[in-house]
DNA sequence: AATTTCCCCAACCGCGAAGTT
DNA sequence: TAACTTCGCGGTTGGGGAAAT
């Protein structure tokens, strides 16, 4: 295929807008609506190639960008999101309405990537840095004898921390010792997952209620694949999710989630998954019947799960309680600092105990 | 107060996919 | 089917403000 030529160079102007350029384009997007970005600009009397006026319209100046922190919840959903997408800015960007895929991925590189690394976290695979912690020792000798013990405080990792991904740190050593080739085994089908899913569109959280946005919404499907996060654990992923649900709903000591009304804002909205194959978007577009080996039941706030976040994530657009609704995790506000992020998850992980149930002892 | 360093993010660039002729 | 055009995505850059010295 032949390759566009770039914008004229000639008489085109470059580098930030002003207010003045910003009026024109908007003004003419008002009275026209967008499409052919070639001849856009030229109609619109700008200088400016249609490239720079397409980015300056999605990422800017459109009515329905939300501007200002990451809620918290966002952030939770980028990394969620991430860790099956990977770098899919706009497909993560689809799922969190009001913004842009250049500020998701702005965000990603000046924030989250360098907590993850902070937290011993690989950003790209959102597994632990196994190179930088030396588990097998820690795990093997400790953890297990005591079901006070604190995993992220052994491994001396910070906040978000999802307690899925410090299993897999250690189902992956303990593995590891098992089978050599357990790890590079577990790549392999991690890679092969996102591949699959990456083929499928995932559906749009919300849809925009944007007048100028002509761009068509796609259908959303009964279902949704999801089978990354279910390969990406492995065999074991059923195991550990039977003990999980009855660890929780017996021992885990989510005070923070509930007293915060977390737990069941995660939960409430999405029905039984099945088979780890699927999760529902949406439940009022499916309604499959409950399986016996559901284990993550929805109307359950003592669940914590993969499904979790994707639950609050499918949110339909009709949901009375949107992504950014203050009603949501915080009481008043789902805006947080930085430090206040970092402590709040501090504080759960330190609450987040690791009893036998967890089935940490059952992969060592 | 002046200078340097660090960090954020708006904007650019190059490429590939999809659409059109 | 090939050539061409348009669009959108992801990686990268650099200007400018904030923080540190």
Not at 81 to 93: C, E, T, V, Y
Not at 295 to 313: G, K, P, R, T, Y
Request: glycine share 4%.
């Amino acid at each position: 295929m032949g390759r566009a030529p770039c914008c004229e160079k000639n008489g085109l102007k470059k580098g930030p807008w002003t207010p003045e350029e910003d009026q024109k384009l908007i003004d003419y997007i008002h009275q026209n609506g967008y499409g052919n970005w070639r001849t856009l600009p030229k109609n619109a009397g700008l200088q400016r190639c249609g490239k720079s006026c397409r980015l300056r319209w999605t990422n800017y100046l459109r009515p329905d960008i939300k501007r200002g922190r990451f809620a918290f919840e966002e952030e939770e959903a980028i990394i969620q999101l991430h860790s099956i997408l990977g770098n899919k800015w706009s497909a993560i960007a689809a799922r969190l309405p009001g913004r842009t895929d250049n500020e998701i991925k702005n965000y990603w590189n000046t924030h989250i990537r360098k907590r993850l690394l902070r937290m011993g976290i690989d950003p790209v695979t959102h597994s632990p840095r196994l190179d930088l912690l030396d588990l097998s020792s820690i795990l093997g000798s400790s953890l297990y004898n005591s079901s006070q013990m604190n995993l992220s405080r052994l491994l001396g990792v910070q906040p978000l921390v999802n307690p899925e991904i410090l299993r897999l740190a250690s189902s992956l050593l303990s593995s590891n010792r098992e089978n050599p080739n357990f790890l590079a085994q577990n790549v392999q089908e991690n890679q092969m997952s996102r591949d699959v899913l990456q083929s499928t569109e995932l559906p749009p959280l919300v849809q925009p209620n944007n007048q100028f946005d002509q761009t068509p919404i796609p259908e959303i499907p009964n279902c949704v694949p999801f089978s990354s996060e279910t390969q990406l654990m492995g065999q074991n992923m059923e195991q550990f999710s039977s003990d999980f649900t009855n660890f929780s709903s017996q021992n885990c000591q989510l005070n923070e989630w509930q007293s915060n009304g977390m737990a069941s804002n995660l939960t409430q909205d999405y029905g039984p998954v099945s088979d780890y194959g699927y999760f529902e978007s949406d439940q009022s577009i499916m309604d499959p019947p409950p399986s016996e080996n559901s284990n993550f039941q929805s109307h359950d706030s003592n669940n914590f799960s993969f499904a979790s976040v994707f639950s609050n994530l499918s949110t339909p657009a009709s949901s009375p309680t949107p992504l950014n609704s203050s009603s949501t995790y915080f009481n008043s506000s789902s805006i947080a600092t930085e430090d206040e992020r970092e402590s709040y998850c501090s504080n759960m992980m330190l609450k987040f105990e690791m009893p036998e149930m967890f089935g940490v002892s059952e992969f060592m």
